[in-house]
């Protein structure tokens, strides 16, 4: 039935770009397989490290929406999401929130407080490049990611220049957003800019299992047509880059990012309480500056970064009391105020060989208040971490060594080994080993160690040992690409942090003895391009076990740990015909529990679920103007699905998106 | 997959049946709250029953359970509603909406109950039959939020209902219940979670002084007696400064004490006698999570059950034990099973 529907649609589909073919007057060139960059196969820099690039048309085509969804849909990195535009935390390779590190720029943005990062607030137009580190990987760029770390980097272009563009998506709940951008310069400086609006009302409906209606004339339970009330959100911004190169080989570079998310925080779904009651409303303003020196000198590139970050984040609920109006009952404001420094130095002297000292100084300065609860705190953390890299390599065997040591607080942190290694075996045929081994540990967050009440001051940082193999094999041509990548991984963390209540009557954090999470990561990427045709297909499949090992014996032990799916997977297919582009687009999670035991029962279980989505579109160029414009279904076959327990998702719906682009 | 295929009703037919209902709270905003119902006979346990026989979920943080007549009334405090369900075929019989933060009911007549409230201000005043809410008591004391009278659970003397006020309050309040107005009040140790009455018309108050670090206040929890009549108090017992003493109840006779301070107590309401016995050992060492967190006796044959929320994300448990706190059996529940109602067979 689901295959005809999507016969039938293409079929249709192929019919309407048919009738427009004569339209168009300019074919835009296909152009040739885009040169994969993160693999010459082996690479020094990359030994033994298992890294993905998000592609570059992939960032275009969700250029409007926010970087938890382009990761549940274009990679293993399984996405907790309360919704749409509400908070979604990642789970990477089985791990808890904060173990996927995330920065910016080199900044890290996962919160001291918290320790994890909200990927609705991330809009994919503001970043120019996005970058997966898995598993042990990330200790290049942090501790504490366990799972794994995401960079998000803003790319410095000389080469296209002076261009204006303007993104409009217009879709349904009352959807819309706002995507300007342009740069100007030329050889000695240059002026990137981004304005960003996303804005959505977010009032779809859903049947509303969690409410019964008694039928007066039949006496039967009826569940009414709700709406996701309480639920619009909004995030507007603006990225700004600046770069400047008083000598050839020098560049100076100025980044700001400013923005601003407010949105409404759903109540739950059996709430039948007052319509003014029990509202929820959060706030974030942010702003990162960051100025940035870099040079080259004959073997040597040194890097010196200052950054200065400032974060505003206020949560609200308020009832409506009898006769005295809306009364908070939680009024919290919490403030982070941060200065990131960096120098970083490499050499390149010796054919084989590489060096690199990396130094970050960060100082963090927190404080916050509720002003009903009458709670006040302050904490400040000071981090300094160094980190040596030595590489060596040959044609077919390359290799690192990492070395990181940290302290926060002054305190030394447990040292932080990574061991990898690539080895291409036969040197005609594109075909490596890739295996690595590290250690790494997570510092507890200043909630964990401070929180009132239930703060525990006694945690430890928890520690893991990761083992990594794998194995790529890639072969690019102008007119194709195959990559297919194979890897299998071993995470041993100990001291595992979690709250849970205590007698007390409040929740406490705790070290559990030991997680152990395993599994495999493949990925196929095809590529092929014959006459004006261009095919693209890249499939994701991830195989997890995230298995609680605190306490032998008890019910929850060897159990999986709580919204961890065993099997994800997507496949993201794109054909291009001329100017005319078709995307499919396949999600899939198998069940997963929502109790530490794994109850397999109708109300505490998440059934797997299957998400469909598909968009067509068509480009074409006037003079110096290029326009596109694409249409996407979401959730193509209207099918009701579940990321949290019992937190309805919207069904079928459309995003229509029109872009003009300016060259001169 | 489609939520229609999760539907499985059930139907019950328990009239026959003595047992216990079994509130099991689920966790805050996760709409996973459910009802178990234990047979004495049988020893069995039926959980989600609510969901079984309906087809709908209970709600969001079930708080309270009382029944009145053949219907149980669930309030559901995250979901500003209280489910009405027969309590011998466990079907939905409506539902009281429209509540702010609602806590415990009240029943005063057929036609008249009191809810009480963590936010709102007020007691609502509630017509049962029409399910309806037709009034509320002010309790507005000028004070900001931070300071405002939280009601939790209430109990009749004579024309008044007393009422606790447990978050961030030291008060225990006197409502006449025929004007529906605050008359008096008494100022007890911090945060008075549970009270009773004895047959000596004296009330017995369980505080547990806040917690460390509170912005409202950190001091011993104690234990304390007062005459009703006169309003004077005429015992304290104090506890460590970091317990945290709760779910103070009373015997049928209204004449021994059993509270939970980790472990389970037994007391005689009595101002003579006043040694604490240690009944029921909790499973758990102090400083570990879990632990006993809801106790309640069998009116007919004081058998004593106290519920474990386990790990808080994993099905809870309910020991039953006899009078001398010798354990006949436990079994698993829903998500932190905390609130007990006792039903009897009808035959």
């Known amino acids: 039935m689901r295959l005809n529907v999507i016969i039938i649609l293409i079929l249709i589909l192929a019919s309407t770009l048919d009738a427009q073919t004569t339209l168009s007057?300019?074919?835009?060139?296909?152009?040739?397989?885009?040169?994969?960059?993160?693999?010459?196969?082996?690479?020094?820099?990359?030994?033994?490290?298992?890294?993905?690039?998000?592609?570059?048309?992939?960032?275009a085509e969700n250029t409007g929406t926010d970087l938890g969804e382009l990761?549940?849909?274009?990679?293993?990195?399984?996405?907790?999401?309360?919704?749409?535009?509400?908070?979604?935390?990642?789970?990477?390779?089985?791990?808890?929130?904060?173990?996927?590190?995330?920065?910016?720029?080199?900044?890290?943005?996962?919160?001291?407080?918290?320790?994890?990062?909200?990927?609705?607030?991330?809009?994919?137009?503001?970043?120019?490049?996005?970058?997966?580190?898995?598993?042990?990987?990330?200790?290049?760029?942090?501790?504490?990611?366990?799972?794994?770390?995401i960079l998000l980097n803003q790319a410095s272009n000389w080469d296209t220049l002076n261009h204006f563009s303007y993104n409009q998506g217009i879709g349904s709940y009352s959807t819309h957003h706002e995507l300007i951008k342009w740069d100007i310069g030329n050889k000695k400086w240059n002026w990137q800019s981004k304005i960003f609006n996303i804005q959505s009302a977010n009032d779809y409906t859903f049947i509303n299992r969690a409410i019964g209606?008694?039928?007066?004339?039949?006496?039967?339970?009826?569940?009414?047509?709700?709406?996701?009330?309480?639920?619009?959100?909004?995030?507007?911004?603006?990225?700004?880059?600046?770069?400047?190169?008083?000598?050839?080989?020098?560049?100076?570079?100025?980044?700001?990012?400013n923005q601003i998310n407010d949105r409404l925080i759903p109540r739950a779904t059996s709430y039948e309480g007052p319509n003014n009651d029990n509202l929820n409303r959060q706030v974030l303003n942010d702003s990162k500056t960051q100025l940035k020196w870099k040079g080259h000198f004959n073997y040597n590139i040194i890097d010196v970064t200052t950054s200065f970050t400032n974060q505003n984040s206020s949560y609200f609920v308020k009832n409506n009391v009898n006769g005295l109006g809306e009364i908070p009952v939680i009024a919290s404001i919490i403030r982070q105020n941060s200065s990131f420094n960096r120098v970083t130095y490499e050499n390149?002297?010796?054919?084989?060989?590489?060096?690199?000292?990396?130094?970050?100084?960060?100082?963090?300065?927190?404080?916050?208040?509720?002003?009903?609860?009458?709670?006040?705190?302050?904490?400040?953390?000071?981090?300094?971490?160094?980190?040596?890299?030595?590489?060596?390599?040959?044609?077919?065997?390359?290799?690192?060594?990492?070395?990181?040591?940290?302290?926060?607080?002054?305190?030394?942190?447990?040292?932080?080994?990574?061991?990898?290694?690539?080895?291409?075996?036969?040197?005609?045929?594109?075909?490596?080993?890739?295996?690595?081994?590290?250690?790494?540990?997570?510092?507890?967050?200043?909630?964990?160690?401070?929180w009132s009440p239930g703060g525990n001051p006694n945690l430890l940082p928890e520690q893991g040992n990761t083992f990594e193999l794998g194995s790529t094999y890639l072969n690019q041509k102008e007119r194709y690409k195959v990559k297919i990548q194979l890897h299998y991984f071993y995470n041993d963390i100990k001291k595992w942090i979690l709250w849970a209540p205590s007698f007390r009557g409040y929740w406490e954090p705790q070290n559990l003895n030991k997680v152990v999470s395993k599994g495999l990561e493949t990925n196929a990427n095809l590529e092929c391009i014959k006459n004006n045709w261009k095919l693209q297909c890249n499939m994701v499949y991830g195989y997890t076990k995230?298995?609680?090992?605190?306490?032998?014996?008890?019910?929850?032990?060897?159990?999986?740990?709580?919204?961890?799916?065993?099997?994800?997977?997507?496949?993201?297919?794109?054909?291009?015909?001329?100017?005319?582009?078709?995307?499919?687009?396949?999600?899939?999670?198998?069940?997963?529990?929502?109790?530490?035991?794994?109850?397999?029962?109708?109300?505490?279980?998440?059934y797997p679920y299957f998400m469909n989505s598909m968009a067509f579109g068509l480009n074409c160029k006037w003079k110096n103007y290029k326009f596109q414009s694409n249409f996407q279904i979401n959730n193509l076959f209207n099918e009701t699905y579940h990321s949290i327990l019992y937190r309805p998702m919207p069904k079928q719906n459309y995003l229509l998106t029109l872009r003009i682009n300016y060259q001169k | 997959?489609?939520?229609?295929?999760?539907?499985?009703?059930?139907?019950?037919?328990?009239?026959?049946?003595?047992?216990?209902?079994?509130?099991?709270?689920?966790?805050?905003?996760?709409?996973?709250?459910?009802?178990?119902?234990?047979?004495?006979?049988?020893?069995?346990?039926?959980?989600?029953?609510?969901?079984?026989?309906?087809?709908?979920?209970?709600?969001?943080?079930?708080?309270?359970?009382?029944?009145?007549?053949?219907?149980?009334?669930?309030?559901?405090?995250?979901?500003?509603?209280?489910?009405?369900?027969?309590?011998?075929?466990?079907?939905?019989?409506?539902?009281?909406?429209?509540?702010?933060?609602?806590?415990?009911?009240?029943?005063?007549?057929d036609e008249k109950a009191y809810v009480s409230d963590l936010y709102a201000q007020a007691i609502s005043i509630i017509n049962p039959e029409t399910k309806s809410v037709i009034g509320s008591i002010n309790l507005n004391n000028g004070n900001s939020q931070f300071l405002q009278h939280s009601s939790e659970k209430m109990i009749s003397w004579k024309k008044y209902v007393i009422v606790n006020c447990w978050s961030r309050d030291n008060k225990i309040l006197f409502i006449n219940s025929e004007t529906d107005q605050l008359i008096d009040s008494i100022t007890v140790v911090s945060q008075p979670n549970s009270m009773v009455i004895d047959n000596q018309d004296r009330l017995w108050i369980l505080s547990d002084g806040g917690f460390e670090g509170s912005s409202y206040d950190h001091v011993k929890g104690a234990l304390q007696c007062y005459d009703l009549s006169s309003k004077a108090q005429l015992f304290i017992k104090e506890f460590e400064l970091d317990e945290s003493p709760g779910d103070l109840i009373i015997n049928e006779n209204q004449d021994t004490l059993y509270f939970i301070n980790h472990d389970v107590y037994r007391i005689p309401a009595s101002l003579v006698d006043t040694t604490l016995e240690l009944l029921i050992k909790s499973p758990y060492t102090v400083g570990s999570s879990g632990g006993i967190n809801g106790i309640s006796i069998n009116p007919i044959n004081h058998e004593?059950?106290?519920?474990?929320?386990?790990?808080?994300?994993?099905?809870?448990?309910?020991?039953?034990?006899?009078?001398?706190?010798?354990?006949?059996?436990?079994?698993?529940?829903?998500?932190?099973?905390?609130?007990?109602?006792?039903?009897?067979?009808?035959?």
């Open chain 1, 71 to 149: 990761l549940n849909s274009n990679s293993p990195v399984f996405i907790k999401s309360n919704g749409r535009g509400a908070m979604s935390t990642a789970s990477f390779r089985g791990t808890a929130s904060s173990h996927t590190q995330v920065s910016w720029n080199g900044i890290n943005l996962n919160s001291p407080l918290l320790g994890m990062v909200d990927f609705s607030q991330l809009p994919v137009f503001a970043f120019d490049e996005i970058e997966i580190f898995h598993g042990g990987a990330s200790v290049e760029n942090s501790s504490g990611g366990l799972g794994g770390a």
């Open chain 1, 546 to 606: 995230a298995l609680n090992k605190h306490e032998k014996g008890s019910e929850t032990y060897n159990k999986q740990l709580v919204y961890i799916p065993v099997h994800s997977g997507n496949i993201n297919l794109r054909i291009t015909y001329k100017n005319y582009h078709l995307r499919y687009q396949h999600n899939s999670y198998s069940e997963r529990f929502t109790t530490s035991s794994n109850e397999i029962n109708q109300r505490d279980w998440l």
């Open chain 1, 213 to 257: 209606d008694l039928n007066p004339q039949t006496g039967q339970i009826e569940n009414p047509l709700d709406t996701n009330h309480n639920a619009q959100y909004g995030l507007k911004g603006t990225m700004q880059a600046f770069h400047f190169k008083p000598k050839k080989n020098q560049v100076i570079s100025l980044f700001q990012w």
């Open chain 2, 1 to 109: 997959m489609d939520d229609n295929l999760l539907w499985d009703q059930e139907s019950f037919n328990t009239s026959t049946y003595s047992g216990v209902f079994i509130g099991n709270e689920g966790n805050f905003m996760a709409d996973n709250a459910s009802l178990s119902f234990y047979d004495f006979d049988s020893s069995k346990v039926v959980n989600d029953i609510f969901y079984k026989a309906n087809g709908i979920r209970l709600g969001d943080v079930a708080q309270s359970i009382t029944i009145k007549d053949n219907l149980a009334y669930i309030v559901m405090n995250n979901s500003g509603k209280i489910q009405i369900m027969d309590i011998d075929s466990f079907t939905f019989k409506g539902k009281i909406t429209g509540l702010t933060s609602p806590r415990h009911i009240h029943f005063l007549s």
């Open chain 1, 25 to 59: 007057d300019t074919i835009i060139n296909i152009g040739p397989v885009q040169v994969d960059q993160n693999h010459k196969l082996v690479t020094p820099e990359k030994s033994g490290m298992q890294t993905t690039k998000v592609d570059s048309s992939v960032l």
């Open chain 1, 348 to 450: 390149q002297k010796w054919n084989n060989w590489r060096f690199k000292i990396d130094i970050k100084v960060d100082y963090h300065v927190l404080s916050g208040e509720d002003t009903v609860l009458k709670s006040t705190f302050k904490h400040n953390r000071y981090e300094i971490k160094p980190l040596a890299r030595i590489n060596y390599s040959t044609k077919q065997l390359s290799a690192q060594a990492l070395f990181r040591q940290e302290f926060i607080d002054n305190e030394r942190m447990p040292f932080l080994p990574f061991f990898g290694v690539d080895y291409q075996p036969l040197k005609k045929i594109p075909f490596k080993f890739t295996g690595n081994f590290s250690r790494n540990f997570r510092y507890p967050t200043i909630n964990d160690l401070y």
């Open chain 2, 304 to 347: 004593i059950f106290i519920s474990d929320a386990v790990d808080y994300s994993e099905k809870g448990k309910v020991y039953r034990y006899n009078q001398d706190g010798v354990l006949i059996d436990e079994f698993k529940t829903g998500i932190i099973p905390s609130s007990f109602a006792f039903k009897q067979s009808n035959e």
